[in-house]
């Protein structure tokens, strides 16, 4: 089926005026086919229109990115993914001893190595903010057993980052420019904030408390010692560029080999299972986030920075490969959910999974089973029965990035006995929250990340 560029354009404009997204970037390509739509405003101060050629953060969709680094120097010989990092960083530590001396690549990859993941501290801007970043990684503890669940971890990208600079001799930056921006024709993108100067760049939105329009974030983008995990910048075509390189076995668009073809398979290979199925992917491969979408494979990897989000998914079996970019407003996973809803089905026949509900029949819960406070790094949950039979979860941020947000408090309704349905009081999708027990610790599941019970 030939892209109706008219209709696409018409589509991405229409559903995120819907949505109150400040501007958005969509690219997609179906085959040799490609279309690029945008719509809204880069800057709610300027009011300076989106265009097909202005850069997005695209937050963690950076750590495929990194991933593919990895995987290079896997193909090169200078890495085994099953060899314990410590081993090529003879200073790294975490705080637990048996972790330090056996974590590997592969768990940090597949956010199976069960360290805290969401340490996020301004090291500077020199060099050597990596080096600094995961010298502070000493205090980290674990969240979960390590390799037995899968945790979301933006610390382990940061390590993974510091491994790659370690063994190129060159800082992360150089080596994502070197090896994959330039040989894949990516002029715009890059990872510094004086980079995306160069080009017409979107800057964040937030919807604060209180208030239903969406200013300017006070900060652009996070520091550079989370490049890794969440840094690269690009316009959405971009993100098709790099797509391509995963669907044609690594080869760059000259046809120079830039990822060996075992690489680009292992990367789409299930690692771990992730407990919540629902809102990303049943499995994490070695960066990528693998999912089923009613029969159909898809890989793929959300991002979400300050005031930014992107959405990145490829269905390989149907030639597919869709690309967005949004800079803020109250509902950019609105915007992907309804949009890529209709490009799949419309281009491959294919139905995007639903959000899960809350059950229609009664649900016999017992609340000691889920009340308690959840913690880990820079995050604290509480969950409490506020009335017979009625569950809140409220979330306290501590993140130094929370750009002044308050606690975030969540109603909850079960789905089944041990998945509950979280979403905001005043509105909102649900998203599951899955309590389970490993080893007589109960743990909380929400948003990718896996937290430990702390006081019940």
């Given at each position: 089926?030939?892209?109706?560029?008219?209709?696409?354009?018409?589509?991405?404009?229409?559903?995120?005026?819907?949505?109150?997204?400040?501007?958005?970037?969509?690219?997609?390509?179906?085959?040799?086919?490609?279309?690029?739509?945008?719509?809204?405003?880069?800057?709610?101060?300027?009011?300076?229109?989106?265009?097909?050629?202005?850069?997005?953060?695209?937050?963690?969709?950076?750590?495929?990115?990194?991933?593919?680094?990895?995987?290079?120097?896997?193909?090169?010989?200078?890495?085994?993914?099953?060899?314990?990092?410590?081993?090529?960083?003879?200073?790294?530590?975490?705080?637990?001893?048996?972790?330090?001396?056996?974590?590997?690549?592969?768990?940090?990859?597949?956010?199976?190595?069960?360290?805290?993941?969401?340490?996020?501290?301004?090291?500077?801007?020199?060099?050597?903010?990596?080096?600094?970043?995961?010298?502070?990684?000493?205090?980290?503890?674990?969240?979960?057993?390590?390799?037995?669940?899968?945790?979301?971890?933006?610390?382990?990208?940061?390590?993974?980052?510091?491994?790659?600079?370690?063994?190129?001799?060159?800082?992360?930056?150089?080596?994502?420019?070197?090896?994959?921006?330039?040989?894949?024709?990516l002029d715009s993108a890059g990872t510094l904030p004086e980079e995306a100067l160069l080009h017409a760049a979107a800057?964040?939105?937030?919807?604060?408390?209180?208030?239903?329009?969406?200013?300017?974030?006070?900060?652009?983008?996070?520091?550079?010692?989370?490049?890794?995990?969440?840094?690269?910048?690009?316009?959405?075509?971009?993100?098709?560029?790099?797509?391509?390189?995963?669907?044609?076995?690594?080869?760059?668009?000259?046809?120079?080999?830039?990822?060996?073809?075992?690489?680009?398979?292992?990367?789409?290979?299930?690692?771990?299972?992730?407990?919540?199925?629902?809102?990303?992917?049943?499995?994490?491969?070695?960066?990528?986030?693998?999912?089923?979408?009613?029969?159909?494979?898809?890989?793929?990897?959300?991002?979400?920075?300050?005031?930014?989000?992107?959405?990145?998914?490829?269905?390989?079996?149907?030639?597919?490969?869709?690309?967005?970019?949004?800079?803020?407003?109250?509902?950019?996973?609105?915007?992907?959910?309804?949009?890529?809803?209709?490009?799949?089905?419309?281009?491959?026949?294919?139905?995007?999974?639903?959000?899960?509900?809350?059950?229609?029949?009664?649900?016999?819960?017992?609340?000691?089973?889920?009340?308690?406070?959840?913690?880990?790094?820079?995050?604290?949950?509480?969950?409490?029965?506020?009335?017979?039979?009625?569950l809140q979860l409220t979330m306290t941020n501590l993140s130094p990035l929370t750009m002044g947000q308050p606690p975030?408090?969540?109603?909850?309704?079960?789905?089944?006995?041990?998945?509950?349905?979280?979403?905001?009081?005043?509105?909102?999708?649900?998203?599951?929250?899955?309590?389970?027990?490993?080893?007589?610790?109960?743990?909380?599941?929400?948003?990718?990340?896996?937290?430990?019970?702390?006081?019940?």
């Amino acid at each position: 089926m030939t892209l109706d560029a008219a209709h696409w354009q018409d589509r991405l404009a229409t559903l995120a005026d819907k949505h109150g997204v400040v501007g958005a970037g969509l690219a997609v390509q179906h085959g040799d086919d490609v279309v690029e739509a945008a719509a809204g405003v880069l800057n709610r101060r300027s009011g300076q229109p989106a265009t097909p050629d202005a850069v997005f953060q695209i937050g963690s969709i950076t750590k495929v990115w990194t991933a593919t680094l990895v995987m290079q120097l896997v193909d090169d010989g200078l890495l085994d993914l099953d060899t314990p990092v410590v081993e090529y960083l003879p200073s790294f530590r975490v705080a637990d001893p048996t972790v330090t001396a056996t974590v590997t690549a592969r768990q940090l990859l597949s956010h199976s190595s069960g360290i805290d993941g969401d340490l996020f501290l301004d090291t500077g801007r020199g060099e050597d903010a990596l080096e600094k970043y995961v010298a502070a990684m000493a205090d980290l503890t674990q969240v979960v057993p390590q390799g037995r669940v899968m945790s979301y971890g933006n610390s382990g990208y940061s390590l993974l980052g510091h491994l790659v600079a370690t063994l190129r001799g060159a800082s992360w930056e150089t080596v994502v420019r070197e090896r994959l921006l330039t040989p894949l024709g990516l002029d715009s993108a890059g990872t510094l904030p004086e980079e995306a100067l160069l080009h017409a760049a979107a800057t964040g939105h937030l919807v604060l408390p209180g208030s239903d329009e969406p200013v300017v974030t006070p900060q652009w983008g996070i520091y550079r010692s989370c490049g890794p995990a969440g840094l690269i910048h690009s316009t959405a075509r971009a993100q098709l560029a790099f797509a391509q390189l995963h669907l044609s076995g690594g080869l760059a668009p000259d046809g120079t080999r830039l990822l060996s073809t075992a690489s680009v398979g292992a990367m789409q290979e299930a690692q771990i299972e992730v407990p919540d199925r629902w809102l990303l992917g049943g499995h994490w491969g070695l960066g990528w986030i693998l999912s089923d979408w009613n029969g159909a494979r898809v890989f793929g990897h959300d991002g979400a920075t300050l005031g930014q989000g992107a959405f990145l998914r490829v269905l390989p079996d149907n030639g597919l490969v869709l690309s967005l970019v949004t800079n803020g407003g109250a509902g950019a996973r609105d915007l992907y959910e309804d949009l890529f809803g209709e490009l799949v089905e419309q281009l491959a026949g294919v139905t995007l999974p639903a959000r899960p509900e809350p059950a229609t029949q009664p649900v016999e819960l017992d609340p000691s089973r889920f009340v308690g406070t959840y913690a880990r790094e820079g995050v604290e949950m509480l969950v409490e029965e506020v009335e017979p039979g009625r569950l809140q979860l409220t979330m306290t941020n501590l993140s130094p990035l929370t750009m002044g947000q308050p606690p975030q408090v969540l109603a909850l309704e079960a789905l089944d006995e041990s998945v509950l349905l979280a979403k905001p009081a005043e509105a909102g999708s649900w998203t599951p929250a899955v309590f389970f027990e490993l080893d007589g610790q109960r743990y909380l599941h929400l948003g990718a990340r896996t937290t430990p019970l702390r006081r019940g």
